[in-house]
Every structure is written in C-alpha cells, then in structure tokens.
C-alpha cells in the first residue's frame, strides 16, 4: 500500500466555538498557493513603490514649471530695466552729441565764437554715420557668450531654442550697455571738464523750444504754402493758439522788435559769439531794441502776422549770418 498524502489542515474558528470550518490541503498545493501570495505582495508593493515615485516627480515638475514661470517673470523684468537703460543713455549721447554740436567743443584751440559745422547750413549732406552692430556682428565679437544654456536630464528639462536665443541676447545686451554706459560715462565727464569754465558761453547758447506745441514745418527745402514754389525754410515753425508765451532760448539783447513785410511782428536777440535767434508772425511783442534778456523771459506773443497761413511761431537761429537748423538748439526733450 502506498503511504497517505502529506496534507495541512487549516481550521477556521468563529466567534461561536460550536461552528468551525476545516480545510485540508496537499502540502504541494499549499506550497503553490504560498508562492503566488508572496508574488502578488511584492507585485504590490512594487506597485506602491513606483506609484509614490511618479507623485514625487509630478510635484517636483509642478515646482521646476512655477520657478520656470518665476524666471520668465524675472527675464521680463531684467529685459524691460534694460530697454529704460538703453533709452536713458539714448537720451544722455543726444544732449552730450548737442551740446558738444552747438558749443564746438570738440575744437580746444577755437576762438570764443560759435562755428557751426557745414554739414549743419544749406549745402551737400553730411556722410551717413556708421551703421550699428547688429546681434551676429556682437556674438562674433564676444564668443565667449553661451549660446546654449546646460540642462538637467534626470528632470526631464527640455532645450528651447527661442530661450537660449533670448539668454544670449540678454547677456550680449547687457555687455554692450556695460561698454557704452562706461563710454558715455567718460564722455560726458571730459564734455563737463571742457564747459566748466564756459558758463558765459552756454548761458548765450539757445538751448530750449520757444513755445510750446508741435512742430508743424522744419529746416530745409519746402513748398511754400503761399505761392506753391519749392523754397529754403530757414527756420522751424511751431504750431500754437494765438496768445501763446513765446520765450527767449538763451541770454542776450533784442536787436530787433517791430514790423516786417514778410515776417509780420519780428523780434531779433543777439546772444554773442555771432549766434543770434529771430522770432517771426507774432501776435504782440513785450520788448524793445537794447532790452536785455534771459532764458525763459516771455518776449512775445504766438500769431498769424505777416505771410502767414494760421497761428505759429518762426523761430530761425543764424550762426555768422547763416541760417541753421534751430532743431540742433533744442536740448529739452518738451516745450516750455
């Protein structure tokens, strides 16, 4: 006879004593069972595992994404303070290039007058200035830029074209503003050293807008409203109601003050150094020949005598008797 079977008895108590459950099962089966119970927990438990990993991941990615939109936010702002940056030391060089322009600085060994350059009359334009840097021509200038920005492959960062092409540009910018600030730092302190002792002479120098309102007709070569002819216009024309203040631009003594055939009520100062300001088609005039006046006096009123189409105020600067472009003269960004 051959032997009984190894089996394991498994007895299940309830609560009540009097009912209990016996189940008996070969040893192999057992062993089986056992085997897949303990593949399922640890199945499980893998399951767990990689589940928790990939919600760490998620809110590690949510976090990388709002420090990315923080430093978007950030990139922004650099980007803006660096536009106000640029535009501020825009303004700087234009009232630098101006003054240095209309007090002839550059030249150390001058008389004590005023020689407007002949680039600035009636005559063959000026050479073109040079063109500005573009972005390549400052990359090949500055290799040492990185053009790519390094990325964390273990937290699944991804390259952007755009934001590396807007780091480099960044960067190349601020560089650049770094070198031109310190240049027109430099500038401006030897233009400061060069007018320190000329107070006199820029006192005399028109340097602000004669009234205030838009520019309705500039320097240079025009259609004559009146007659339709093509002619020089030697001065600029400022638009404004009648009545408006026109003020002197700079220090000096009316040498004119009265009526003209073409210019209507005119007043004239000679303000020295051979430069003198003339101001046509006015309303009233307030002064007289041999008054000397300052900056800012209101020496007139805004009309429409003479040959003229409506209200305005002509305003001429003549540098030894020629006409220049009074633009050149107006170092305030707004009239007064």
């Not at 809110?59 to 702002?77: A, H």
């Not at 840097?133 to 960062?157: R, S």
């Not at 003198?276 to 009123?301: E, K, M, P, W």
Request: aromatic content about 8%; proline content about 6%; glycine content about 6%.
């Amino acid at each position: 006879m051959s032997e009984p079977r190894k089996q394991i008895t498994l007895y299940f108590v309830s609560s009540n004593e009097s009912e209990t459950k016996k189940i008996s099962l070969p040893v192999a089966y057992f062993k089986i069972s056992l085997f897949f119970v303990g593949l399922f927990a640890v199945l499980l438990m893998a399951g767990f595992i990689d589940y928790f990993g990939l919600l760490a991941q998620s809110l590690e990615n949510k976090k990388l994404k709002l420090e990315n939109i923080e430093l978007k936010n950030q990139f922004q702002v650099v980007e803006a303070k660096l536009d106000s940056l640029q535009s501020a030391m825009d303004r700087v060089t234009n009232v630098s290039n101006k003054l240095k322009l209309i007090t002839d600085v550059q030249l150390k060994d001058r008389p004590e007058k005023l020689n407007f350059p002949a680039s600035q009359v009636v005559g063959p334009k000026s050479d073109e200035p040079a063109p500005r840097m573009t972005l390549d021509d400052m990359e090949k200038d500055d290799p040492v830029i990185p053009t790519e920005t390094p990325l964390n492959a273990m937290k699944g960062e991804v390259a952007s074209e755009k934001s590396s092409a807007n780091y480099a540009s960044l960067v190349i910018r601020i560089d650049q503003a770094v070198k031109d600030s310190n240049l027109k730092e430099q500038s401006v302190i030897e233009l400061w050293e060069l007018l320190s002792d000329r107070q006199s002479l820029l006192a005399a120098t028109p340097s602000i807008q004669p009234a205030r309102g838009p520019i309705g007709s500039r320097f240079g070569y025009r259609i004559d409203p009146i007659n339709g002819r093509q002619k020089m216009h030697a001065g600029l024309d400022i638009t404004a109601p009648p009545g408006t203040p026109v003020r002197a631009p700079a220090d000096g003594i009316v040498s004119f003050a009265g009526w003209d055939d073409q210019f209507g009520k005119l007043v004239s100062i000679d303000h020295g150094y051979g430069v003198l300001t003339r101001f046509a088609h006015n309303s009233q005039i307030f002064v007289q020949v041999g008054q000397r006046v300052s900056r800012y006096d209101v020496i007139s009123a805004v009309g429409s005598t003479g040959r003229s189409t409506g209200p305005h105020c002509h305003y001429e600067v003549r540098v030894n008797g020629i006409a220049v472009n009074p633009a050149n003269y107006i170092l305030d960004n707004e009239t007064n």
